[in-house]
Nanobody, 115 residues
Framework: VDLVESGGGLVQPGGSLRLSCAVS????SSWTMKWYRQAPGKERE????????????NYADSVKGRFTISRDNAKNTVYLQMNSLKPEDTAVYYC?????????WGQGTQVTVSS
């Protein structure tokens, strides 16, 4: 099982980034996918969730209207489009796969929002 995030980096406030998480080793289309983030000194928090077929999404209040989670089951990839980024969005972002209580994690990608 492998979850590989990419797309992080340094961006100015108000800017955008698109994170990707490429998955291998399990049947991607059967799993709920999530993005979490962890800022320095803080607990890991759930940012966004998308169900296996992509029909339902949920977001943390702090990112609603700015972030969009999506998935391409043909490419075994989940995305997080992040717009109107704020300094408080700075964190390591992790991809997560969940099914029947089993969880897999990616290694994380750093997002830094700073002028």
């Amino acid at each position: 099982v492998d979850l590989v995030e990419s797309g992080g980096g340094l961006v100015q406030p108000g800017g955008s980034l698109r994170l990707s998480c490429a998955v291998s080793g399990f049947t991607f289309s059967s799993w709920t996918m999530k993005w979490y983030r962890q800022a320095p000194g803080k607990e890991r928090e759930l940012v966004a969730t998308i169900t296996s077929a992509g029909l339902t999404t949920n977001y943390a209040d702090s990112v609603k209207g700015r972030f969009t989670i999506s998935r391409d089951n043909a490419k075994n990839t989940v995305y997080l489009q992040m717009n109107s980024l704020k300094p408080e969005d700075t964190a390591v972002y992790y991809c997560n796969a969940l099914r029947w209580g089993t969880m897999y994690w990616g290694q994380g990608t750093q997002v830094t929002v700073s002028s």
